[in-house]
């Protein structure tokens, strides 16, 4: 049984999408949210519906990339891993879609301001990322598809969710809240950023810390209910612990 992930990161496609065609709204999966939860069930049978079921619960990525706002963590992705932190990656080369950013709507505008690429375009990072997590998920196959959509809707779909997800993560005000913020001089401990984002959010996300103590990420993890289109995603403590160390962490101030 597996795990899915949400983050951001550049990614290169190699057919081409219709990008009038791109964000579309995508009618609804129709798999509802009765049926059974991922990574809960060690026997639910093979046989479930993969169009309506991820053997995979979800994390999602938020991070720190300069030009991007000051008051918010940015998107790294949504990534399909095995309930235990590990994952798979690029199950589909055919569906590596290229010209992500060719129309223009409220989800291209967000994924603007907040889905950045801090080594690279922002259209490389979208492509990778839908490339190398989002063709994992089974329940957007295309012939989990309504039979009209067009080439990429679900593409569409995973960023359409990507972004609504991250919208329901204010990581940086839950730290604010508490008094943790970007700093060039103070240094905070890593149960105190825990503690804060478990009281905001009911549930315990990892941080992650390069070698010498600068936070870079954090990972919230989730169950799902349902397709990745319109499906519950039920949070959960972190499976893996944090890679940041106990005291010292420096939260930095964005570059520029």
């Known amino acids: 049984m597996s795990v899915t992930s949400l983050v951001m990161s550049s990614l290169l496609g190699v057919s081409y999408v219709n990008p009038m065609n791109f964000f579309h709204n995508l009618a609804g999966s129709g798999c509802g949210t009765s049926g059974p939860i991922s990574c809960q069930d060690a026997n639910t ?6 169009c309506c079921f991820e053997s995979p619960g979800t994390q999602v990525w938020d991070t720190d990339v300069a030009g991007s706002p000051e008051d918010s963590w940015t998107i790294h992705g949504l990534w399909p891993d095995n309930c235990d932190g590990s994952y798979i990656e690029n199950c589909d080369p055919s569906r590596d879609y290229t010209d992500i950013a060719g129309g223009a709507s409220s989800t291209l505008d967000f994924m603007q301001q907040y889905w950045l690429n801090d080594d690279g375009t922002n259209e490389e990072f979208w492509e990778h990322e839908w490339a190398t997590h989002g063709t994992c998920y089974s329940t957007l196959d295309v012939d989990c598809l309504p039979s009209s959509s067009p080439t990429g809707a679900e593409a569409v779909a995973f960023f359409e969710t990507v972004v609504r997800v991250f919208k329901t993560l204010p990581t ?3 730290l604010a809240q508490a008094g943790i913020t970007p700093s060039s001089d103070q240094t905070y401990s890593l149960s105190s950023m825990l503690s804060a984002l478990q009281d905001a959010s009911g549930y315990i996300p990892a941080l992650s810390c390069s070698r010498s103590g600068k936070l870079s990420s954090i990972s919230w ?4 209910q349902g397709s990745i289109i319109d499906g519950e995603f039920v949070p959960i403590d972190n499976p893996k612990d944090s890679s940041c160390p106990s005291s010292g962490i420096q ?4 570059e520029g």
């Open 221 to 224: 993890y989730f169950n799902l």
């Open 172 to 174: 940086y005000d839950w």
């Open 251 to 254: 939260y930095l101030p964005k």
């Open 45 to 50: 049978p093979p046989a479930a519906n993969t």
